[in-house]
């Protein structure tokens, strides 16, 4: 610089700008130059495309097109592709009549970086090469005569990487990247990047840096490094994904830290990698859980082995450590490692299974201490060796402020090797823990579980990198048993019950994607009391068994009652469906019920109200459980008392579905006759609808007019009927009913009617017609009366406010009226031409 300043210094610069302009070297010439300047400092071919000077703010070039070939033995693709490469010239290097690089600034530039078959890296290879070439340092003295190795930096670099021939979908991206000889026998390098993966779109991978130092040694093994690294704020989520191709669901803040310090054949590492707010992705709460791990060890490039490795994880008031030593091969690795938990409180361990498992008391909270020691060992080839044991001591979960509590006791554990023979499922046999796996896992108990105090259940299983199964088998209560599902996030809350169960059950599922776990088995329940939301009284079971398989869960051999109702029979509801479509099944059989039993065990204790208005949602004591309900199947019951009428061996298929009810082949002994029809009752709209379609066969009138409390009638009828109605009361009914009816009564009379003035009454042989109903109004037509006297033609209207409205007609011309009601009936001699005009002008 003082050159620069002193009068002599101007004016060989003067020079020297006079001697460029006005004797411009040759393009090709000097792009030579520059490309020869810049390989005999890296060691490497090197070309460009095009050279352009420029002289200010500092005189150099601007490359274009430069490219920096790799050695031929990683590939035959260039190492660096840069576009726009700006070079400055050590303008000393000038006076002495040759051409030196000092900076080679590279803008968004390509580098490659390949490992090959011998796991050599091309740019340790680079490294190597240059540093036997006779360069001096970057920032030489101006007294120095050999060529200084440039500063080369890289701005929004992209560095990819390639195993091999095959390029890897790893990347840096936006990477700053520097290099440059710091002394006579030392480098340094730093970058700082953003991991990516090319078949991924990741934003929150976060910041690589690396700052690393190495000195001149005579072989690569033997040069002395120190790399930092650091890694912080990624997301774990993302990283999991940059690193093994999916999102396995973890979230939190990651943050590493790594020093590597020695030489390549013995490089002392120490890290840290700290997580914070660990949660799965779908559990949102206010702990904030941190995962912290310190790990030191020994590794040789040369060998792929690191050695004295110590991973230190604390837990609470213990910790986790794993030791040994590990060789990191691509064909075969081999390992001897051992894990130590030492001390470590369970509270600490379920203060993370809340963030990693769904369904689990917020409350939930454990109290005991976890000792064990595992070891591993696999040599290359030979299968993996597992070993190990330790125990859980004291073990108790509680939630609820302690109330509700399950005790395990002391829980042993044995680690398994997969040398275990299979049987013909595939799964290593175990007599009291049902199949295991053929991989390693971890056995866990036998225990004896108590829950509430509760007579112990025999609980057992094991745990494996792919899944986990449990089994429980003993005597419980059923309280007991929903407070174990619940506390361990098994199930949602069930309903009020007290009994008492055998069970025989497995729990178990994979840990991949969260699946939910999956639970079969048995269960023999007797002396039952349940309630359920909807249903005044409780359900009673003397005795069931319940499946839970894969699809559904059934419930067969029911013996149960309801009030006074005694009710058998089978239920089965399926599993995993949504819950707008699921639809269970049954069939059940009830020895008697009634339209009292209804309104007891639907209507609110409040405000009791009619039975038929059990299925009238509008209500404002609430909405009635079957609207919620979808199911089909079959159901008989012995007596039905509908208020007065007594119904017998009733028989249906029910499919209810959203307010739909449909009776369909509905069967009954009804009034000494039979019913056979089809129902639909909607209760989804307002007001209910109702449809019937079906027949009446040897109907009782006799019991029909004791039913109206006077005996007008007697013999048997037939009929088919097809009818809607729609209403939430009685009343409302009958004035919006219609309906067609084709009726037969025969061996009959009607015991108010007198037609032929003598004290019996008028018998009826045989009488057939067609009636309609039409809002309340009874319209009869086509109607023939076979008696004793003659036959009648008869047609008419009835209704509650107008009373009868009927013509009779003899055979012999003779016409009668009827009026008044059919408790009262008034019969007169009319004049059938003038009776037919009137009844014909009835509505």
Known sequence: MKLLRSKRGMAALAAILLLLFLARPGVYGLRNRIANSIGSALGRKVTLDNVRVHLLPRPGFDLEGLVIDDDPAFSAEPMIRAQDVSAAIRFRSLLRGRLEIATLSATEPSINL????????????????????????????????????????????????????????????????????????????????????????????????????????????????????????????????????????????????????????????????????????????????????????????????????????????????????????????????????????????????????????????????????????RDGSAPIEMKGEGTASNVRLFSNAGRNGITFGNIPLSLVGASRPRNRSGKASSDNRGPEPVEPHLRIGTISLVVGGSTPVIASGWVSTSGYRFLVRGDATVRNLFRLANTLGLSGSGPAAEGLAKVDINVSGPWQGFAPPTILGSAQVRNVRAEMRGLNAPIEISSATMTLAPDAVSMEKTSAQIGSTHWSGNVTVPRLCPAPNCVFQFDLAADELSTADLVEWFAPRAAKRPWYRLLNPADPSGISPLLAVQAKGSLRIGHLQLKKVL??????????????????????????????????????????????????????????????????????????????????????????????????????????????????????????????????????????????????????????????????????????????????????RVNRAESEAKIAAQP
């Open 647 to 828: 119904a017998g061996q009733i028989a249906t298929q029910i499919g209810l579905d959203r307010g739909q009810i449909k009776l369909t082949n509905l069967r009954a002994q009804l009034l000494q006759g039979t019913h056979q029809g089809n129902w639909t009752i909607d209760v989804s709209t307002q007001p209910p609808k109702y449809e019937a379609t079906g027949t009446l066969l040897n109907i009782s009138l006799a019991q029909v007019g004791a039913l109206m409390n006077d005996a007008w009638v007697s013999g048997t009828a037939d009929a088919r009927f097809d009818g809607t109605a729609s209403g939430g009361s009685f009343a409302e009914l009958l004035s919006h009913a219609s309906g067609k009816f084709q009726f037969l009564m025969r061996n009959g009379s009607l015991i108010h009617l007198d037609v032929s003035r003598s004290t019996m009454p008028f018998p009826v042989h045989r009488f057939t017609g067609d009636l309609q109903l039409e809002k309340g109004n009874w319209k009869l037509s086509a109607g023939r009366l076979e008696s004793r006297d003659g036959i009648y033609q008869v047609s008419g209207t009835a209704s509650s406010d107008s009373g009868l409205k009927f013509l009779l007609t003899r055979s012999d011309e003779q016409s009668w009226s009827v009026t008044g009601t059919l408790a009262k009936p008034r019969l007169e």
């Open 114 to 377: 390949v490992r090959n078959q011998e796991g050599r890296w091309n740019l340790a290879s680079l490294l190597e090469r240059s540093a036997h070439i006779p360069v001096a340092p970057t920032s030489k003295s101006p007294s120095e005569l050999r060529p200084a190795f440039p500063y080369l930096e890289a701005g929004h670099a992209r560095i990819n990487f390639k195993i091999g021939q095959a390029k890897k979908s790893y990347a840096l991206t936006d990477a700053d990247v520097a290099l440059w000889q710091d002394s006579e026998n030392s480098w340094g390098a730093r970058m700082r990047a953003q991991p990516v993966r090319t078949d991924f779109n990741l934003t929150d991978t976060g910041l690589l840096e690396i700052n690393a130092t190495w000195q001149r040694a005579s072989t690569l093994r033997e040069t002395p490094v120190q790399v930092a690294v650091q890694w912080e704020k990624g997301q774990l989520g993302q990283i999991t994904k940059l690193l093994s191709g999916k999102d396995r669901g973890w979230r939190g803040g990651v943050n590493l830290t790594a020093n590597l310090s020695g030489t390549p054949e013995a490089l002392l590492i120490k890290s840290a990698i700290r997580v914070d707010d660990f949660h799965r992705y779908d559990i949102l709460g206010s702990e904030n859980v941190h995962l912290a791990t310190a790990c030191s060890g020994r590794y040789s490039v040369i060998d792929g082995l690191l050695d004295n490795l110590l991973c230190e994880s604390p837990a609470g008031t213990g910790a986790f450590k794993v030791a040994g030593r590990l060789r990191l091969s691509m064909s075969q690795p081999s390992y001897d490692l051992t894990l130590k938990v030492e001390k470590v409180p369970l509270a600490s361990a379920f203060g993370l299974l809340r963030q990693a498992k769904k369904q689990l008391p917020a409350d939930l909270s454990a109290a005991g201490l976890l000792d064990a020691e595992f070891r591993a060992v």
